[in-house]
């Protein structure tokens, strides 16, 4: 397996990140011919803006985002049993595909490989999780899908207990099965509606370290009452991966673009405003903000987000 884990020893030697810093073994694209991906990119999302798509089909609702990841991938994930024909975890959650695909890694717009992309996710996730995440030996996921980022979590080896919720039952299931195939006991899955203040799930996250990976994105029109209901469950810290155009300029080519993209799926655009209205009530503390300048396309890039209760 080659899979690049972090280790105590990686993190000594200053080899932690090694695999991100190298580009992602891609073909750095000329500066023009990055700028015209990203404006590709850009023009694409600023028509399907003009079109009001989204708005004319009610938005990002409940109901748009069930029939796209219950009904659709996590069943999908579900009924094609992956993790049965995987030789590993590793190759789980690292796509053995070497079909390139544009993308962008550590700021660069690189032509790679599929599998070399999601070697560098791999590695960009333990690196972020081990320098955010605290002394703690339990993470919990919200949004979790199939999942991708706990087993991904799963072979640093750091975590004794990686649990996943997410609200649909197709990728609570795809979880638990593989999670079953490969014999990894520290990952488990279980239901949650984040936007439910009763349910039974926020009770095992009293004083966790909880994160969130392109989860509220699709929440925009719940942030408020998500962010109320894990204040309400008494987390200790919460780690966000998730689109922040609030910090993102009109000006900048990849930026607008960016935010063109956003607007136009009704992604999450009010995270950081929201966060920052609870801390000045003095509820919560934003203790980090930064751009993970990487995605499996030219923009959508996320921003990490670290806060604690107050």
């Not at 000329?30 to 023009?43: K, N």
């Not at 989204?54 to 579900?78: C, H, Q």
Request: net charge positive; glycine share 8%; charged share 20%.
């Amino acid at each position: 397996m080659k899979a690049y884990l972090v280790s105590e020893h990686a993190r000594a030697s200053g080899a932690l990140g090694g695999f991100a810093s190298a580009a992602a073994r891609g073909e750095v694209l000329s500066p023009v011919t990055s700028a015209l991906s990203i404006f590709r990119e850009g023009a694409l999302a600023a028509r399907a803006l003009g079109k009001n798509v989204l708005v004319r089909a009610g938005g990002r609702n409940r109901e748009r985002v069930a029939r796209e990841y219950d009904g659709t991938i996590w069943k999908s994930i579900l009924e094609k049993r992956r993790w049965e024909t995987a030789g590993s975890v590793h190759d789980y959650v690292v796509f053995q595909d070497q079909e390139s695909l544009v993308a962008k890694v550590e700021g660069k717009i690189v032509r790679i490989s599929t599998a070399d992309y999601y070697e560098f996710r791999l590695a960009k996730l333990q690196e972020v999780m081990t320098l955010h995440a605290g002394d703690t030996d339990t993470i919990i996921e919200i949004g979790s899908g199939w999942g991708h980022n706990l087993f991904s979590l799963a072979l640093a080896n750091r975590w004794k207990s990686l649990k996943g919720f997410e609200i649909s039952l197709n990728g609570v299931r795809a979880t638990n099965q593989a999670a079953a195939h490969f014999g990894v006991k520290s990952v488990t899955a279980g239901q949650c509606d984040l936007t439910a203040r009763g349910d039974q799930a926020f009770g095992e996250m009293n004083r966790a370290t909880v994160f969130s990976y392109l989860c509220l994105e699709q929440l925009k029109h719940a942030t408020a009452v998500v962010i109320e209901n894990l204040l309400a469950a008494n987390v200790r810290r919460v780690i966000h991966i998730e689109p922040v155009p609030e910090i993102l300029s009109w000006w900048r080519l990849g930026d607008a673009a960016n935010k063109l993209y956003i607007a136009a799926q009704d992604y999450q655009n009010n995270l950081l405003s929201t966060l920052r209205s609870f801390e000045r009530a003095g509820r919560l503390r934003v203790i980090h903000v930064s751009r993970l300048s990487f995605a499996p396309r030219p923009i959508s890039d996320p921003v990490l987000i670290c806060w604690e209760t107050a």
